[in-house]
């Protein structure tokens, strides 16, 4: 196979594992020199791997598999203020949400560390780090946190560093979760962000960590089930209810929240689309695939008394 067909089977499998894709092929599927074309049409810019198409056959079309549509969270010119308002929303909704079941199942990262120490990647404004460390909870006695973010949120760590007395800081320079420089040493924990990233992307994050010998755990409060699903309409009704209750105190969350309800539908839009990016338990599975050095553990578990679940992958080097 030429390199060509190599790099065109490869998006084709990552894109299987990805969007609704449309693998299109000419000649015989079978046959090395069929080449082969992947129309990833739902991501943002969608991909168009391969240039051969006397005559396109459609081979895959899965209706309910991951859809990566465009997410405000995400765009690079959305002003800090805006993604301020959007993450401690959600910095909110984690410490407050009745999901009982994540602190534990979180800890198990740092089970058996000398010095239990995490590395917490795309923690945006510190998702539920200050509850867990500021309360007497038992799972994270002794555990410290690093707080990292392609686009630091250095008010926020400065705040949950004074109100966990140190137990939780936060690095100052943006880190990219598919590159985390090698002396940001930790086992890692990705919460509610790993659904941000296409699977090649995702797949680097996985990679980087296992390249560094390090554990990582990725945890998703969401899930693409319809009774998952159908409560989300009713995320512009929390917002406008709870925004009293989100701390910093903003004038501007107020103003965009009640005068013109811009941050409800934002919120809104970006958690429905969270949701519908998830990655099942299967499609981590197809993820991680190749990295035989390590254990894998990846499932779904209810995440309290409500109807969320926690999808989770939690993955260590193999014990000789
Ligand atoms: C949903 S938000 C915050 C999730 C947070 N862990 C929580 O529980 O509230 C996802 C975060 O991922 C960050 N992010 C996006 N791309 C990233 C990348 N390549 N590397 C690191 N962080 C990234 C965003 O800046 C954003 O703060």
């Known amino acids: 196979m030429s390199e060509q067909d190599d790099e065109s089977t490869e998006s084709m499998r990552s894109n299987a594992t990805g969007s609704v894709a449309f693998v299109l092929t000419f000649g ?24 051969y198409s006397p005559c396109w056959r459609l081979i895959r079309v899965d209706p309910m598999s991951r859809v ?12 800090e203020a805006w993604r301020r308002y959007i993450t401690e929303y959600l910095q ?35 998702g539920p780090w200050p509850t867990y460390l500021e309360e007497p909870l038992t799972e994270f006695e002794g555990v410290e ?15 949950i560093e004074r109100r966990t007395e140190g137990r939780a800081t936060g690095h100052e320079a943006p880190i990219d979760a598919t590159d985390v420089p090698a002396d940001v040493e930790g086992r890692r924990t990705i919460i509610n962000g790993l659904h941000h990233f296409q699977p090649e992307q995702a797949r680097a994050i996985l990679a980087d960590a296992v390249e560094k010998g390090v554990s990582i755990g990725v945890f ?25 209750f989100v701390r910093p105190f903003r004038v501007g969350r107020l103003l965009w929240t009640y005068l013109l ?60």
């Open 28 to 51: 015989d599927f079978d046959d090395q020199s069929c080449r082969v074309i992947v129309v990833d049409w739902w991501g943002v810019g969608g991909q168009l791997r391969s240039q």
């Open 68 to 79: 990566h549509l465009f997410e405000f969270n995400d765009q690079s010119w959305l002003p």
């Open 92 to 126: 909110f909704m984690l410490e407050h949400g009745p999901f009982d079941e994540l602190p534990a199942l979180i800890a198990r990262v740092v089970d058996g560390a000398d010095e239990p120490r995490i590395v917490d990647l795309c923690s945006g404004s510190g």
């Open 145 to 159: 946190v690093l707080l990292t973010d392609l686009h630091p949120h250095r008010e926020a760590f400065e705040r």
């Open 220 to 244: 998703e409060i969401m899930d693409r089930r319809a009774v998952s699903l159908i409560p989300l309409v009713l995320i512009p009704l929390f917002v406008l209810f709870l925004t009293p």
């Open 261 to 320: 309800p811009v941050i409800p539908l934002m919120i809104f839009w970006d958690g429905l689309v969270s949701a519908l990016r998830v990655y099942s338990p299967e499609e981590l599975r197809v993820l991680v695939a190749d990295f035989d050095d390590y254990e894998w553990e990846i499932d779904s578990v209810p995440a309290g008394k409500g109807p969320q679940r926690i999808t989770y992958l939690i993955g260590e080097p193999q014990r000789s």
